[in-house]
C-alpha cells in the first residue's frame, strides 16, 4: 500500500497591537515596511522552503490567546511578536508554555535600546528564541530559524 506525505502544519505568525500600523506609526523606529508586507514576504519565503503560515495581527489579546491555542493543534511551530503585550501579559506566556511548540519572539525595534520598562520579556521565558531589531528581516530570520528545527532528524 502507497504512503501519502501530508503537508507540514503551518507556521503561525501572531502579531500584537498596534502593530496593524507599521509603515505609518514612528517610522523611525519601526520602519516604513507595513505588516502586509511582511506577510508577502514571509508567504514567499515559506513556499521556497516548502513550508506554509497562517498569519494575524489583533489589537486583542484574547484573540492572540485564541490563535496560540489553535496552533497548538494545527500548527507547527509559532512566530511572534506580541508587542505591549509582550511586557504585560502573563496570560500570553501562559498560552505559549501550554502550546508546546517551538517559539520565536520578534521585535522589529532593539527593546534593550529603549524605555526600560521594555526591558522585560513574558513572552522570553516561553521562547526558543529571540530576535530584537532585525526590524522587517527579523520575521525572515524567524522563519529560516524555524524551518531548520522542523527538519526531520536523519
Known amino acids: 500500500m502507497a504512503t501519502t506525505a501530508t503537508a507540514p502544519k503551518p507556521i503561525f505568525v501572531l502579531n500584537g497591537p498596534n502593530l496593524n500600523l507599521l509603515g505609518i506609526r514612528k517610522p523611525d523606529i519601526y520602519g516604513h515596511t ?3 508586507d511582511i506577510q508577502a514576504t514571509l508567504r514567499a519565503q515559506a513556499a521556497e522552503l516548502g ?7 489583533s489589537n486583542h489579546e484574547g484573540t ?3 490563535e496560540i491555542q489553535r496552533a497548538r493543534t494545527e500548527g507547527s511551530a509559532i512566530i511572534i ?3 505591549a503585550y509582550t511586557h504585560t501579559s ?3 506566556h501562559d498560552a505559549l ?4 511548540l517551538p517559539i520565536v519572539e520578534v521585535h522589529l ?6 524605555e526600560s520598562f521594555r526591558h522585560h520579556s513574558y513572552v522570553s521565558l516561553q521562547a526558543s528564541a529571540v530576535i530584537a531589531g532585525a526590524g522587517a528581516q527579523g520575521y525572515e530570520l524567524a522563519l529560516s530559524y524555524l524551518a531548520r528545527q522542523l527538519q526531520p532528524a536523519g
Not at 51 to 57: D, R, T
Not at 109 to 114: A, D, E
Request: negative net charge; hydrophobic residues 50%.
Open 34 to 36: 507595513t505588516l502586509a
Open 51 to 57: 513550508l506554509s503560515i497562517e498569519f494575524m495581527q
Open 64 to 66: 492572540l490567546i485564541d
Open 81 to 83: 511578536n506580541p508587542a
Open 90 to 92: 502573563v496570560a500570553i
Open 97 to 100: 508554555e501550554a502550546a508546546e
Open 109 to 114: 525595534s532593539n527593546v534593550h535600546r529603549r
